[in-house]
């Protein structure tokens, strides 16, 4: 019961997170549309085709300063992960929590009064989204290990790619939501969305426990180890009572002696993890892919295909569709393969000809254009779910640890932290290429995905050598 509502509490927490983040790249349409198609300006302005944009947006500029708006949240996010990891091992996680997601609801709710208070200063749009980027960094962090608290190795790929649907599903949300407004009041894009996450930081207050420790139940095993007798990995592994597998579960009848804490780890000596810094690098460029298509896929519908500010909004929701679906694939794949890093890399390079595709035929036909976004996004996203959810896990409980899991906010942080340099470069460089066209674009995100494969080359090789060793010893030779 604790398990099942922990996943669902931290499920819900990502969710409004991610639903907040979404509003803004539903409203860019809006705040600079073709105001041309709606006649002439009311109050006789010669420019027919800005005279309904909302300034400081109604310039020729406006990619540069929509690119602005998302580096400003995105750059902040990037700096303040690198912090919040350390803060996250060492104060109560539920107080850290739900006090980030009352202050990102704070934020984002200011963001939509710009509306209503007809404010035409891009410096208070910078602050706010500055502010919002720094609170939201408590999410990652925390909801992480909260679940990798209670749930063991076995078979976590798969439940924490179902469970990091969340940010598919927060996506999602967020544009059906802001598209309610967005056309009418697109302040109220923004205000619902503020209050939505503040109420559920408050539930988070009150009902998530963070440690198995806290309710007087085991804590789960975090490693399998087979001795030269052959055990049965699957029994071994059902002793932690892990979701989707038969066997022991754990006991909460009564509390246990409490251990001695163990230190929190330094940041130098979560780097000398194994893999935490090929998995960051990878991580940074398969990052900067999926932030581009989460900040400027509507715009990049309403310019090709033509489609509304909503009709886009309501399209793109089908990339993260395929974000769902690749993230559970890729961590069953990693589960059953017992190779995090091989999955990944073959999901990054069969999405690379997937994405010069869907530039070139993916908005001939509205069957065509569902079809390859949800077969991007599922290629896209997949990579970058395992990276921040299941690898995050092993690394941060590795077995160099010696059974100090307090690594595994710092390590989560650490990855995330180092991808959200990538989520903050990816816009900013849509937001800098695009008046070039958007072949450019492509290029730019076919060539992280590039770099994101290699940069996993020597961890596959190694999880190659450990199939092949495997293998030779089975066979007896």
């Not at 999410?139 to 969340?166: A, D, E, Q």
């Amino acid at each position: 019961r604790y398990r099942g509502l922990t996943l669902v509490l931290t499920f819900l927490c990502y969710t409004s997170y991610h639903l907040s983040r979404k509003p803004i790249s539903i409203v860019k349409s809006q705040l600079h549309p073709n105001c041309s198609t709606l006649g002439p300006g009311p109050h006789n302005d010669s420019n027919s085709s800005t005279w309904c944009s909302w300034a400081p947006f109604d310039g020729d500029n406006y990619k540069e300063l929509f690119g602005a708006l998302d580096n400003a949240f995105l750059v902040a996010y990037a700096i303040g992960m690198f912090i919040s990891g350390i803060f996250g091992e060492r104060l109560p996680l539920r107080y850290y929590l739900s006090g980030g997601m009352v202050l990102s609801g704070l934020f984002t709710v200011l963001f939509g009064l710009g509306y209503f208070w007809d404010i035409h200063v891009l410096w208070y749009f910078i602050v706010v989204q500055v502010c919002n980027g720094l609170v939201q960094t408590t999410g990652w962090p925390s909801v992480v290990t909260c679940v990798g608290n209670w749930f063991g190795k076995g078979k976590r790929g798969l439940i924490m790619g179902i469970w990091n649907s969340h940010t598919s599903v927060g996506n999602i949300l967020g544009s059906l939501i802001a598209g309610v407004w967005v056309s009418s009041s697109w302040g109220l894009s923004f205000v619902v969305p503020g209050i939505i996450i503040t109420a559920v930081g408050v539930i988070c207050f009150f009902f998530l426990v963070e440690y198995p420790e806290d309710v007087g139940c085991s804590p789960p095993l975090h490693h399998v180890r087979v001795t030269s007798t052959e055990k049965d990995p699957e029994a071994i592994i059902s002793n932690e009572g892990t979701l989707g597998i038969s066997g022991n579960v754990d006991h909460c009848n009564s509390p246990k002696e409490p251990a001695e804490e163990p230190e929190a780890i330094s940041f130098l000596g979560a780097l000398r993890i194994p893999g935490v810094v090929e998995f960051s690098l990878c991580l940074l460029f398969a990052k900067l892919v999926s932030y581009t298509f989460l900040y400027w896929l509507p715009l990049y519908i309403v310019n090709i295909a033509h489609f509304g500010a909503k009709e886009a909004g309501d399209l793109s929701t089908l990339f993260d569709v395929g974000g769902i679906l690749g993230g559970i694939f890729a961590g069953l794949i990693s589960d059953y393969a017992g190779g995090r890093a091989t999955t990944c890399c073959v999901m990054l390079v069969i999405a690379a000809p997937m994405l010069f595709l869907y530039n070139h035929v993916g908005q001939n036909g509205i069957g065509t254009s569902i079809a390859m976004l949800v077969v991007c996004g599922a290629l896209v996203n997949g990579p970058y779910a395992l990276i921040t959810t299941a690898v995050s896990a092993d690394l941060g409980t590795h077995e160099s640890l010696k059974g100090n899991a307090k690594a595994l906010s710092t390590v989560t942080a650490i990855i995330d932290g180092t991808g959200s340099v990538g989520a903050a470069l990816g816009p900013l460089l849509a937001g800098l290429i695009s008046p070039t066209g958007w072949n450019n674009v492509f290029y730019m995100l076919i060539a992280a995905d590039v770099l994101a494969c290699l940069l996993l080359t020597r961890v596959v090789v190694k999880e190659v050598r450990g199939w092949c060793g495997y293998m030779a010893r089975k066979r007896g030779y």
